[in-house]
Every structure is written in structure tokens, then in C-alpha cells.
């Protein structure tokens, strides 16, 4: 069962607001956390068998005051859409290849230069 909690926190800075948020992203079963509200004292945590009473607890002991504002469950909508039929297309004007060719790409060729260390020019026995 998916769920919408929404906390109020006291948050008033920005490092206040990080930590709240970072509490909450690591509770089981929580899917998003988002800022709500006037002045973005209110975290909106969701996702499945999220437990409201623990995250309140733990967000209590580290910034002091959380309170439970709402608890609802999230139903999923479901639009049913017309079915669109794939377009058909031909490809008769283009050229037919084997089934090999289709596959497979020929690789290309590669050709390694090879070093002689012994010129055929230069006589030692002289």
C-alpha cells in the first residue's frame, strides 16, 4: 500500500531543512521526499509501508519538534488509453540481401607493417 505522510518540521535554515530531508530518504520503504508549505516547514514522504510514528520519532530526536499533519493512502490512476495498430510498412523497393549479409558486417581488413632489423644492403663481410 503506497502512502503520502505530511510532517511538519521545524526547519529555519538551510542545513536544518538538508538534515530533515536526509532523515527521511533513509527511513524503509520511502520512495520521494519533498518541501511543502509557506515557509517549507512541511516534508512530504512517500512510498510503501513507510512507518509515520518512527520517522516522527527520528526526526524528533535530532531536530526536536515533528508532528504527523496527514496520513493518506495514494491510489494509482488508471487512464485507459485507445489501443493505436502499429503502422505497416513496405520495404519492397528496397533491395533484398541474404540473410548472412544482414547479420553479419563483413570486418574490415587490417594489414600490420613489419620491421626488418637486418637491411638486405648492408654487407658485414667486407
Given amino acids: 500500500m503506497k502512502q503520502k ?8 535554515c538551510e542545513k ?20 511543502q508549505g509557506s515557509e517549507n516547514d512541511q516534508l512530504v514522504v512517500s512510498g510503501e509501508g513507510v512507518d509515520p510514528a518512527n520517522l516522527t520519532r527520528s526526526l524528533r530526536k535530532k531536530l ?9 493512502e495514494v491510489k494509482e490512476k488508471v487512464e485507459e488509453k485507445p ?10 523497393h528496397l533491395p533484398q540481401f541474404p540473410v548472412y549479409y544482414q547479420l ?11 620491421y626488418d632489423q637486418y637491411p638486405a ?6
Fill in 104 to 114: 553479419h558486417q563483413p570486418s574490415p581488413n587490417y594489414y600490420e607493417t613489419v
Fill in 16 to 35: 536544518c531543512r538538508t538534515k530533515a530531508m536526509k532523515i527521511a530518504v533513509t527511513a524503509d520503504g520511502v520512495s520521494s521526499v519533498a518541501k
Fill in 5 to 12: 505522510i505530511v510532517i511538519k518540521v521545524q526547519m529555519s
Fill in 83 to 92: 489501443e493505436k495498430k502499429p503502422e505497416v510498412h513496405s520495404f519492397s
Fill in 121 to 126: 644492403d648492408i654487407c658485414s663481410i667486407l
Fill in 64 to 72: 526536536c519538534y515533528a508532528t504527523i499533519l496527514s496520513v493518506e
